[in-house]
């Protein structure tokens, strides 16, 4: 059994950016990257389901520049077996992102694809259910919970009205939420480890098509100062007066 | 990969006198894995030891040892251990910058620098094979804790009057005195011990907490670093097998004080931990705290602490890790000039950079108390009560200077050394690196002439030294980061100038004029540490 695992490199989720002065993007100068954290809950529970099952093997894969090894090394490190790049520095949008990995999962014939249910960068929460249509493949989205039996997978999602349990057939996509599991800590040996396990690069399929542009990227504007009302009439009055009540 | 240094200056210890390398290894250029490994070390203080902090404190039962078990079972118990005997086989670099960061608490720094370094460091550079495949191995998986036992009631900064006693009885080595201060003692398991054989000739040995004879005191009623332990270790008529000598008899010194140079570097790293860890908790404190209307962080005063910190711990860390890479690289030249005769190619590594790793304690030790002292003004009032962590961290910050040789005897150590050095020819200063730079290579030159020269003036060649070195190191980091690091460095030589000059007015009776300050913006760095939550790196 083959768990595909999908790991973006982001800007570090923590690191405060700053849009570039002509606002075609954000500014990447001193800041620092790391995987995708719903990613590294991907990687964590793949490694959790080859615990259970040591004859799965796991793929960690990327698409992006050189620089994401970093990435992908650290999912070695986590514990998957072996890593693919595919390598190109041309803008993708979430359709072709998905393609390309529809065409990787065409090579690499996963049982499962496991991702995050979105990015902190780009947040679109897009790829995953891209990728299942393309493929028809079945798909579960938000998990909190992954059991695997031949041939199925049980999958506890998070929805607005509570949990619901899916049961699919494998091949399958599943994209995972923040309380699927916690990623361990990762010990300094795997680390070690991770330096000697393969990680192939490969150009993508086709050429880039970017089908949505990005306009502008801004900061957030201040945050002005407040008012301290005296009663819940004056809070209504200062509402209306803005037109919010 | 740690980088030599330099082509046209030769990488020897004390050549930094000669004048600036090309190039010197510096925290950014660690490789990604390795700053992976750093980033587990970051995640296991935040998650396993900051949240823990009132129980060590507390002493209570079983916590610490569990937590080291925890710690050796991710690797963190033997970096710099060879694979061997169950350590990872890293550089003393990359260890030092992991042992930095399980450092954001003073304690269980100890604890871990303790058993992860000066304990193993003995073993490791001069243990027979049979010692280190019986010793090390449970030391680099955290099962067992290591101690290291120089000191004693009436000998401390002069450890070579020590008086513990090991004579041969009965097929056996039998060791009679009193170890004071000892880190790690009440939990650990072994123990590398100083003792005289026959009172005279220094040796180290390797005992274990169960042999007849051995017996550990109550913990010290200790000032700070209550989560640590510390007492004494009581030997009487304490049985130790005969292959427990480690090295030969009579050479106890050479490991104890091999081991001590290494201690130092580490050290540094150890003591830069917690600085960092108090500018974390000074800058949101600073942009939390409201007064006249405002952040207290936006006050000039304020952010003129916090920019002369950020400069500090930049300097501090530029020196740290350039020493670091020279340090790897002289095990490297050691082996390779002795290949047939391991300590030896270890002893070159070990003592080479002595100086440097003097230079690092006295300077990383000074700037964290400075750094903790400052942190603990910026919180006022609440600064002085335990209802906030900066208390803790003032009170842990003191004994940096005074452990592993006071700052004092270190001082004397770095100025006798260098004059030695000056005296053989082995360095020649080499004028026209700047300011600090040319006032040290005259001081030296004024102190290798007197017949007798008092303390306070071997201090303040020490001090002309150390701020040599850091200067250096900072400048020779500054390309990593041009805009920021440009600004620290210009802060940091602001304040370093006239630490020189005044050494040197000290040292020669005469005037100096510095030279005009450099421009910074100090608003400017305050607000990268506020945006950092910390040290600008
Ligand atoms: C918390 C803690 C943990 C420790 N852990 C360990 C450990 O694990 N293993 C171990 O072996 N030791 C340990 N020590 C001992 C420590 O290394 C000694 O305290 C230190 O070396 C100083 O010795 P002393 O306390 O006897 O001071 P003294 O040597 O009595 O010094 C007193 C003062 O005199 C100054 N002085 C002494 N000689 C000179 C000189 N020649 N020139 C100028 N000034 C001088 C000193 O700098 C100091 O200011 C620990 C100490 C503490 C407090």
Not at chain 1, 86 to 93: A, C, K, P, R, V
Not at chain 1, 186 to 196: E, H, N, V
Not at chain 2, 194 to 223: C, N, Q, T
Request: proline share 4%; aromatic share 8%.
């Amino acid at each position: 059994m083959k768990i595909m695992v999908t790991v973006k490199r982001v800007i570090d989720p923590y690191a405060k950016v700053r849009p570039l002065s002509d606002g075609s993007g954000v500014d990447t100068t001193g800041v620092k990257f790391d995987a995708n954290p719903f990613d590294e809950i991907a990687v964590e529970e793949a490694v959790r389901q080859k615990e259970k099952n040591p004859v799965i093997e796991i793929v960690a894969v990327s698409l992006g520049g050189t620089e994401c090894e970093e990435q992908l090394r650290k999912a070695l490190a986590m514990g998957a077996d072996k890593a693919v790049l595919i390598e190109s520095s041309e803008n993708y949008d979430t359709l072709a992102v998905a393609e390309e990995f529809v065409a990787l999962v065409k090579a690499e014939s996963p049982d499962l694809v496991l991702m995050g249910k979105q990015s902190t960068d780009g947040d679109n929460n897009q790829v995953g259910q891209m990728m299942a249509a393309l493929l028809g493949w079945p798909q579960a989205t938000f998990a909190s919970k992954l059991e695997l039996a031949d041939g199925t997978a049980r999958v506890t999602r998070e929805t607005d009205t509570g949990e619901e349990t899916l049961e699919m057939n494998l091949p399958a996509i599943v994209t995972t939420d923040l309380r699927l599991n916690e990623p361990r800590y990762i010990a300094l040996p795997g680390i070690i480890k991770a330096r000697s396990k393969p990680l192939e690069k490969r150009p993508p399929s086709s050429t880039a098509t970017s089908r949505v542009k990005t306009v502008k990227v801004e900061a957030v504007p201040a945050r002005s100062a407040g008012k301290k009302v005296g009663s819940v009439d004056e809070l209504v009055a200062e509402l209306s007066a803005r037109g919010l009540f | 990969m740690a980088s030599l240094e330099s082509q046209s200056i030769p990488a020897t210890g004390c050549s930094f006198l000669q004048g600036a390398p090309a190039s010197a290894f510096a925290p950014e250029d660690f490789s990604s894995d390795e700053r992976l490994m750093v980033q587990m070390a970051e995640q296991f203080s935040q998650k396993e030891i900051l949240p823990n902090l009132d129980r060590m404190d507390a002493q209570e039962e079983g916590l610490v040892p569990t937590i080291v078990q925890h710690a050796g079972a991710l690797g963190f118990c033997g970096p710099d251990t060879s694979a061997d005997f169950g350590g990872l086989g890293l550089g003393k670099n990359l260890a030092a910058r992991i042992l930095e960061y399980l450092s954001l608490n003073a304690s269980f720094s100890v604890t871990i620098g303790i058993t992860s370094g000066i304990s193993q460091v003995g073993l490791q550079l001069f243990g027979s094979r049979e010692l280190q495949e019986k010793y090390l191995p449970p030391l680099c998986s955290g099962e067992h804790i290591g101690a290291y036992c120089l000191s004693e009631p009436n000998s401390g900064t002069d450890s070579l009057s020590l008086s513990t006693r090991a004579d041969q009885h009965g097929g056996k080595w039998v060791l009679n005195g009193t170890k004071m201060w000892i880190s790690n003692a009440k939990w650990a398991n072994q123990f590398l011990v100083m003792a005289k054989v026959g009172g005279e000739k220094i040796s180290a040995f390797l005992v274990e907490r169960d042999f007849p004879g051995v017996s550990i005191s109550r913990e010290e009623h200790k000032m700070g670093l209550k989560g640590s332990s510390t007492a004494r270790v009581m030997l009487e008529n304490a049985e130790v097998p005969l292959e427990n000598m480690v090295y030969e008899e009579g050479r106890g010194h050479i490991v104890a004080f091999n081991a001590l140079n290494l201690g130092r570097f580490k050290l540094s790293s150890m003591s830069i931990g917690p600085a960092r860890q108090a500018m974390t908790h000074a800058s949101e404190y600073a942009l939390d705290r409201k007064q006249f209307g405002q952040s207290i962080g936006r006050f000039g005063l304020i952010e003129q602490k916090f920019a002369k910190m950020a400069a500090l711990f930049y300097a501090a860390e530029s020196a740290i890790y350039r020493t670091g890479a020279l340090i790897d690289s002289a095990f490297e030249s050691g082996h390779a000039q002795y290949p047939d005769d391991r300590i030896k190619g270890n002893i070159r590594g070990a003592e080479e950079y002595s100086v440097e790793c003097s230079i690092c304690k006295v300077f990383s030790t000074e700037a964290e108390g400075q750094i903790v002292d400052e942190c603990l003004q910026v919180y006022g009032g609440y600064g002085f009560t335990e209802e906030f962590p900066i208390a803790r961290i003032y009170r842990d910050c003191r004994v940096s200077r005074i452990y592993e040789g006071t700052n004092e005897i270190n001082r004397f150590f770095i100025a006798d050394r260098l004059l030695r050095r000056m005296r053989a020819g082995t360095v020649i200063f080499g004028p026209g690196d700047g300011f600090i730079h040319d006032l040290c290579g005259e001081a030296c030159a004024l102190v290798s002439n007197l017949e007798n020269p008092h303390q306070a003036v071997l201090g303040a060649l020490a001090d002309l030294a150390i701020l040599t070195y850091v200067e250096q190191s900072a400048r020779l980091r500054v390309s990593r980061n041009p805009a920021a690091f440009g600004q620290l460095h210009a802060v940091f030589c602001n304040w370093a100038n006239a630490e020189a000059a005044r050494a040197y007015q000290l040292i020669s009776g005469n005037p100096v004029s510095l030279p005009a300050p450099a421009a910074v913006d100090l608003g400017a760095i305050a607000g990268l540490v506020y945006e950092k939550r910390g040290p600008v790196n």
